[in-house]
């Protein structure tokens, strides 16, 4: 019986892996596609600490979009967030939106409300939110930035985690003065 050189059987194997991969992209496109710069941002809604419903298709529709995960625990994400409060105020009125997705057990409740009251922006629990779209929340703090045509900008799960008042001044600014599609 002839046998297979090892390149041959290796190169099948590649193929064949290659072959998985497209199927499960053609099966599963929004997995391809959801984290990707200038692509459409994923979905997300979530419920609010003060128990109204955000959704980031209709409140987002039009805005410059900031979604910043945190929790009570991680000091980067607490120091990030005062920079984040005062921009928003003052960005607020030319079509910025922040929405604060945070991480913390159910038993840190507590903790999160009483952070959360130094803020101004909108903050919901990721128990109570669909952000699948965003893929694993594997490091806090993690921020996403979507323009106002809904377009993802700042892909939070890579580069530096932490967002400063610089980065938001050279990312966030120029998505601002940006007219909004007239659609």
Request: neutral net charge.
């Amino acid at each position: 019986m002839n046998r297979l050189p090892p390149r041959f059987l290796t190169g099948l194997i590649l193929c064949r892996n290659a072959l998985l991969c497209a199927l499960l992209l053609e099966a599963f496109p929004t997995l391809a596609a959801s984290l990707t710069v200038g692509r459409p941002a994923p979905s997300l809604s979530a419920l609010t600490l003060d128990g109204s419903a955000f959704n980031l298709a209709a409140d987002g529709k039009g805005k410059v979009v900031i979604v910043n995960f945190w929790a009570s625990w991680c000091s980067p994400c607490r120091q990030e967030m005062p920079a984040l409060d005062e921009f928003y105020k003052e960005h607020k009125a030319d079509g910025l939106l922040v929405i604060a997705i945070n991480m913390d057990e159910p038993q840190n409740e507590k903790a999160v409300r009483d952070i959360m009251r130094d803020f101004s922006f909108p903050a919901g629990f990721a128990r109570d939110a669909h952000i699948e779209g965003y893929g694993r929340i594997w490091r806090l703090p993690m921020t996403f930035v979507i323009d106002r045509q809904g377009l993802l900008r700042k892909d939070g799960s890579v580069g530096e985690p932490k967002i400063d008042r610089s980065l938001l001044e050279t990312l966030v600014i120029p998505l601002l003065k940006a007219s909004p599609d007239p659609s």
